[in-house]
């Protein structure tokens, strides 16, 4: 190829080598390279999860109980499809794995990223690098593990064939050690959050403003673009 023309798809600078090229995308475009790069996981990801789901149906199916995300949105069914977008984010308190209590009222006047998963859940291991490389020193990043036992009581998903286990606080630990940061704040579900804030689904997120409204509400995994946009949001 010639010298000079090999041109960025994205705003037609022009570049002597495909290194450059990559080089100028990554540090110029960088939502769009993240993009690029994250799609193969995503979409890998997401191939594996409905894997997962259409095996856990039918292993629950056989035993007579009842899907765990079927489950999940009758026992969270209040009136209408709970906290939305521009709604107040319900306060809560609550105790981290540190053995801090907190409240999400504390954290006015910051951004919040509040993130519902569960161990188990493989989309999680690719949206905790998202929120991870889309976070700020001005994020507060709250992880509730929604995976307890005492949810899977309420459930009547606890010790029955084909449900994930109860995830513990150093399964909590040990994975955002992988796919997190060590500055998010860690809680496990026992506080009935997953029932406050009626979610429907394993691996929900919320990202909250410095007045506390919801900015968004990801019911599934989140992507990158969409948190970005919504933290850009908040921070005016």
Same mark, same amino acid.
């Given at each position: 190829? @010639?010298? $000079? @023309? *090999?041109?960025?798809?994205?705003?037609? !600078?022009?570049?002597?080598?495909?290194?450059?090229?990559?080089?100028?995308?990554?540090?110029?475009?960088?939502?769009?390279?993240?993009?690029?790069?994250?799609?193969?996981?995503? =979409?890998?990801?997401?191939?594996?999860?409905?894997?997962?789901? %259409?095996?856990?149906?039918?292993?629950?199916?056989? !035993?007579?109980?009842?899907?765990?995300?079927?489950?999940?949105?009758?026992?969270? @069914?209040?009136?209408?499809?709970?906290?939305?977008?521009? +709604?107040?984010?319900?306060?809560?308190?609550?105790?981290?794995?540190? #053995?801090?209590?907190?409240? /999400?009222?504390?954290?006015? $006047?910051?951004?919040?990223?509040?993130?519902? +998963?569960?161990?188990?859940?493989?989309?999680?291991?690719? %949206?905790?690098? =998202? =929120?991870?490389?889309?976070?700020?020193?001005?994020?507060? %990043? *709250?992880? %509730?593990? +929604?995976?307890?036992?005492?949810?899977?009581?309420? /459930?009547?998903? /606890?010790?029955? &064939?084909?449900?994930? &286990?109860?995830?513990?606080?150093?399964?909590?630990?040990?994975?955002? !050690? !992988?796919? $997190?940061?060590?500055?998010? *704040?860690?809680? +496990?579900?026992?506080?009935g959050l997953t029932k406050l804030y009626q979610l429907r689904y394993v691996?929900?997120?919320?990202?909250?403003? &410095?007045? $506390?409204? =919801?900015? /968004?509400?990801?019911?599934?995994?989140?992507?990158?673009?969409?948190?970005?946009?919504?933290?850009?949001?908040?921070? #005016?």
């Amino acid at each position: 190829m @010639k010298r $000079g @023309k *090999i041109r960025c798809n994205r705003c037609g !600078s022009v570049f002597h080598s495909e290194r450059a090229l990559k080089q100028h995308v990554k540090n110029k475009h960088r939502q769009y390279y993240l993009a690029r790069r994250l799609a193969p996981a995503t =979409i890998a990801a997401l191939v594996v999860m409905a894997i997962l789901l %259409v095996a856990f149906q039918n292993q629950t199916a056989s !035993s007579g109980s009842a899907n765990a995300f079927t489950v999940l949105t009758s026992y969270t @069914k209040q009136s209408g499809e709970g906290p939305q977008e521009g +709604m107040l984010a319900p306060d809560f308190n609550a105790r981290t794995v540190d #053995g801090e209590e907190i409240s /999400l009222s504390n954290f006015r $006047g910051k951004k919040v990223v509040l993130w519902f +998963m569960a161990v188990w859940c493989p989309s999680c291991a690719v %949206v905790g690098p =998202i =929120i991870r490389d889309n976070q700020d020193q001005d994020t507060v %990043v *709250i992880v %509730v593990d +929604m995976w307890t036992e005492s949810i899977l009581k309420d /459930l009547g998903l /606890l010790n029955k &064939p084909g449900a994930p &286990p109860p995830e513990t606080e150093k399964d909590l630990t040990r994975f955002i !050690s !992988s796919y $997190g940061s060590d500055s998010w *704040i860690l809680v +496990m579900d026992d506080y009935g959050l997953t029932k406050l804030y009626q979610l429907r689904y394993v691996d929900t997120t919320f990202v909250i403003g &410095p007045d $506390g409204r =919801i900015l /968004l509400r990801s019911d599934g995994p989140v992507s990158s673009t969409l948190l970005r946009y919504a933290l850009q949001k908040a921070a #005016g």
